[in-house]
């Protein structure tokens, strides 16, 4: 079962996760969300390195994404509200990354608890 990550524990995770993260790396925010999404709305890297990979191209780039970070290093989903990501962590899960949460309410949810700058759609 994939943890559940909700925004307003995402400071905590990210400070417990960057001390778990290999020494010079920072956690991964993985956006699942399609280009035109990206688009819409996006979020900055603050703490963490944002990585942006459609839902659909997860599967063919998995070996990429394990060559770039491991399999132990942490990484929390992101979508537009929480589902397509929950599918994507609970794969990465499966496929033996072991580190793997799920933003709670996606980039809908970050807008409204994180970053109000972040336009909602």
Request: charged share 15%; hydrophobic share 45%; with cysteine.
């Amino acid at each position: 079962m994939v943890p559940q990550l909700p925004l307003s524990r995402f400071a905590e995770w990210l400070g417990s996760a960057q001390t778990a993260a290999a020494p010079g790396t920072l956690p991964v925010v993985l956006d699942v969300r399609e280009p035109s999404e990206l688009q819409a709305a996006s979020i900055q890297e603050n703490g963490f390195t944002l990585l942006a990979i459609p839902m659909r191209q997860i599967p063919a780039r998995l070996a990429e994404l394990q060559a770039s970070h491991g399999l132990e290093h942490p990484i929390a989903c992101l979508c537009h509200h929480g589902m397509r990501s929950l599918q994507v962590a609970t794969y990465l899960t499966q496929s033996g990354f072991a580190d793997v949460v799920n933003l709670q309410g996606g980039i809908d949810a970050w807008s409204q608890q994180v970053d109000a700058s972040v336009p909602r759609y």
